[in-house]
C-alpha cells in the first residue's frame, strides 16, 4: 500500500509540475486581438527579401506584407530605418509620439536608434519596402511586443 501512495503521489507531483509550467508558458505567450505573437510580430506578417546585408551597398531592402490587424515589435535600427508604402494602409509610432496613418506612397525616414513600430490598420492590410542604411552599424534590436491598447489609440 505505501507503494502504491508513493506511486500515486510521485505522479500528481509530475503532473501538477507539468501543469503549472504549461500554465506559466501560456501567461508568458502574447495575445493580441488580432492574432497571437510570432516572433517579432503580432499578426500574419510575411518578409521578402531584396538584398543581404552583407552587400557593397551596405543596406538591406525587403519587401514586408501585414495582414489587417498584424505588426511589429517596438524596435530600433542602429542604422536607422526607411519605410516606403506601397499598398494599404497602416500604421507608425515611434516612442513617445502620435501614432501616424500612413498610406500607399507615403515614405517613412527613421533615425538611428528611435524606437518605434509599424504595421497594418485595423481594417486593412499594407505592404512597405524596408530599407536598412548603414547595416554595418549593428542589427535591429527588438524590444516588448506592442499592446492592443496602444495599437488601437487614436
Same mark, same amino acid.
Not at 500607399?104 to 519596402?129: Q, Y
Given at each position: ?10 505522479? @500528481? ?5 507539468v501543469?503549472?509550467?504549461?500554465? /506559466? ?11 497571437? /505573437? ?6 500574419a506578417?510575411? &518578409?521578402?527579401?531584396? #538584398? ?11 519587401? &514586408? ?5 498584424? =505588426? ?5 535600427? +542602429? ?6 508604402? #506601397? ?7 515611434? =516612442?513617445?509620439? *502620435? ?12 533615425? +538611428? ?6 504595421? /497594418? ?5 499594407? #505592404? ?6 548603414? &547595416? ?6 527588438? @524590444?516588448?511586443?506592442? #499592446?492592443?491598447? *496602444?495599437? @488601437?489609440?487614436?
Open positions: 500500500m505505501g507503494k502504491l501512495v508513493n506511486s500515486a503521489l510521485g505522479i @500528481l507531483i509530475l503532473v501538477t509540475g501543469c503549472i509550467n504549461a500554465d /506559466a508558458q501560456q501567461q508568458n505567450e502574447v495575445v493580441s486581438k488580432y492574432g497571437k /505573437a510570432n516572433g517579432n510580430f503580432i499578426g506578417v510575411s &518578409v521578402k527579401m531584396y #538584398t543581404d546585408a552583407k552587400t557593397a551597398l551596405n543596406c538591406s531592402v525587403g519587401s &514586408v506584407s501585414f495582414e489587417a490587424g498584424a =505588426r511589429s515589435k517596438w524596435h530600433k535600427h +542602429p542604422g536607422g530605418q526607411m519605410l516606403m508604402v #506601397t499598398e494599404g494602409k497602416g500604421y507608425y509610432q515611434e =516612442r513617445g509620439k *502620435i501614432k501616424k496613418v500612413i498610406l500607399k506612397g507615403d515614405f517613412i525616414s527613421c533615425l +538611428p536608434n528611435v524606437e518605434h513600430w509599424h504595421g /497594418a490598420a485595423e481594417d486593412s492590410g499594407m #505592404t512597405h519596402v524596408a530599407i536598412g542604411p548603414n &547595416v554595418d552599424q549593428g542589427a535591429v534590436t527588438w @524590444l516588448e511586443h506592442v #499592446t492592443d491598447a *496602444i495599437y @488601437l489609440q487614436k
